[in-house]
């Protein structure tokens, strides 16, 4: 009886184990099988698609289904009539400008195009057509490739009564396939539940490659102004995208889902991607609604992607809902060899420049902050002008101006080093090899200069200026308070190279400043103009020459005016380079 006992329970055992190696093994069989047909399958329809005839379709409020149309005159009427065609590489569909048609667009595998001859759709005539999309999609274009959206208006019921995005460009295929080429161009998306544009790799690592994203304005969605997402896998080594730009993009007013368990309202996020660029974007008054305990909204943000440079943009007056972010700028979980660079955050309620690592993220590493600005961020929730967050590795961050006001709301800080605690006392994640060097350091009133949660024997800080326009410096470090710069110095070995010290203590005199007091010079919002120095100004020539200092032989830098540094120069202190105005023109770029 005990043998026949023992027999089953092997039986039962094998079978089980039989039963989980399938389990684990199918997506991968499914992944490489499938993955094989369908390369075969785009590389097979785009060469016979190819050749047939371009045509151009001409949708209008005066056309009639029953028309051929393809000209002005024998137009179309409805978006179910587009619906129901196949396209070839190099179609467009045009509808007629300032005219307004309801429906949801939706192109699939059938309808494909190529980087040399996308599907274009678009407007024709006087003006952009707008595409009333009610409670679903805008436009869905689903695993499928080459195509260019522009001058439209795309807009739905407002994100508490739409269940859909304005452009979702979704990947879900097996076999890690890049679909080539998507452009989207002078449209604005508006009043959706969702995200105003996604592209979305929602298989394994199937995405997208070649994606450009420009003079767009996303406001009024739930989730987010736009978003580039990937099946998130922290064990992978491969990213869902590659190549993406995304450059003269508007995103405001995307408040955020308030019951959503997760971060939303954000104005532009770009995931699992490789390769990538965000520039001269504007983001701004996003994220008021959530109130996630798990994460919250950011102006502009990167997380879970490698060499990628969000530059030249501005985020300002963004919020968050709950307890959790509503920064300007962001190098979130996953992060690696990224950069943060020229970029102006103020007024958020958030950190201004933000390096965080979340629990169970890829490694955040080899990541840079230079020459940005930070003016009054941190409004809320005991957030800084610069903070980094969590086992953030080899960052550098220097020549950077922060500026911070003392807040109603709590006690700010310029410049915050904290552990992540998500997993308790037990499991503290330190920043690693931090340096922090050639900062300017600004507040008025009461506020914390410089805040170390615990202890940061590896964050390094050398050659930063200290100053306080209406009282003493104080800096907090691993729980002890210090209301002098001396004698933090001193005490922890911060701004000191050995037995040299360095540093700075003394106001920096700025365009906007005197001896005595913070002058704002336009209201709120300063002007990047206004954190130049004066002649007078003791940051002139004070810093450590960057360049050597990382051993950057093959880079040239510039300032956040674009004023370019001589490698062999003294650098100044602060995110703007002293030029004297005779001079400027010569220094630009």
């Not at 985020?315 to 920064?327: A, E, L, Q, R, V």
């Not at 953030?392 to 709590?410: G, K, L, Q, R, W």
């Amino acid at each position: 009886m005990k043998r026949k006992i023992l027999r089953s329970v092997k039986y039962i055992t094998l079978v089980g184990l039989i039963i989980v190696a399938l389990y684990m093994l199918t997506p991968i069989v499914l992944n490489i099988v499938l993955g094989r047909y369908n390369q075969n399958y785009y590389k097979l329809m785009l060469a016979k698609k190819s050749k047939a005839k371009s045509i151009t379709y001409y949708i209008s409020t005066r056309g009639r289904d029953d028309n051929n149309g393809k000209s002005p005159e024998q137009p179309w009427l409805t978006i179910d009539k587009i619906n129901k065609t196949a396209f070839n590489p190099g179609d467009s569909i045009l509808f007629e400008g300032n005219q307004t048609f309801t429906g949801n667009l939706a192109f699939d595998k059938s309808d494909i195009g190529s980087s040399e001859k996308p599907v274009t759709i678009s407007s024709y005539g006087a003006g952009k057509a707008s595409i009333n999309a009610g409670k679903k999609d805008g436009i869905n274009l689903k695993n499928t490739q080459g195509y260019r959206i522009c001058k439209l208006n795309i807009n739905a019921n407002g994100p508490g009564v739409n269940g859909g995005s304005g452009i979702a460009v979704v990947n879900d295929l097996w076999g890690n396939i890049k679909l080539d080429y998507i452009h989207i161009n002078d449209v604005t998306v508006s009043g959706f539940g969702y995200w105003g544009i996604l592209i979305d790799g929602n298989r394994k690592k199937s995405g997208f490659k070649n994606v450009t994203i420009e003079n767009c304005e996303v406001y009024n969605n739930g989730d987010a102004g736009l978003y580039v997402y990937g099946d998130y896998n922290y064990l992978s080594t491969a990213y869902s995208h590659e190549h993406v730009i995304i450059r003269n993009v508007i995103a405001h007013h995307n408040a955020g889902i308030p019951d959503s368990p997760t971060n939303t309202g954000s104005g532009i996020v770009l995931s699992d991607t490789q390769n990538g660029i965000i520039e001269k974007c504007v983001a701004y008054s996003n994220g008021a609604l959530c109130h996630s305990k798990l994460g919250g909204p950011v102006g502009i943000w990167a997380w879970d992607s490698k060499n990628i440079i969000i530059q030249f943009n501005e985020s300002y007056n963004n919020k968050t809902g709950g307890i959790k972010d509503g920064g300007g700028f962001d190098l979130d979980g996953g992060m690696e060899n990224s950069v943060l660079q020229y970029n102006y955050s103020h007024d958020n309620e958030g950190a201004g420049l933000f390096l965080a690592q979340f629990t169970f993220a890829r490694r955040h590493k080899g990541n840079t902050v230079r020459y940005n600005i930070s003016y009054n961020d941190g409004r809320k929730n005991n957030y800084a002008g610069i903070e980094v967050w969590g086992s953030c590795e080899d960052a550098d961050i220097y020549n950077n101006t922060v500026y911070m006001s003392a807040s109603p709301h709590h006690k700010a800080a310029t410049f915050v080093i904290r552990p992540n605690n998500e997993l308790g006392n037990n499991a503290k994640k330190y920043p690693t090899n931090i340096r922090v060097i050639n900062n300017l350091f600004l507040s008025a009133g009461e506020v914390t200069t410089v805040k170390a949660v615990e202890a940061a024997t590896s964050v390094k800080l050398l050659n930063n200026n200290y100053y306080n326009f209406k009282q003493d410096v104080s800096f907090s470090w691993n729980g002890r308070l210090y209301t002098s710069f001396n004698e933090w110095r001193s005490a922890t070995l911060q701004e000191k190279d050995g037995a040299v010290n360095h540093g700075f203590n003394t106001n920096p005199k700025l365009s906007f400043s005197n001896d005595t007091a913070f002058k704002p010079s336009s209201g709120n919002h300063l002007k990047i103009a206004s954190f130049r120095m004066s002649e007078q100004s003791p940051m002139i020539d004070a810093g450590i020459n960057v360049l050597q200092f990382f051993k950057l032989e093959n880079e040239t830098i510039a300032d956040i005016n674009n004023i370019i540094i001589p490698r062999h120069s003294n650098f100044d202190i602060g995110a703007c380079e002293f030029v004297k105005i005779n001079e400027q023109n010569n220094k630009n770029k």
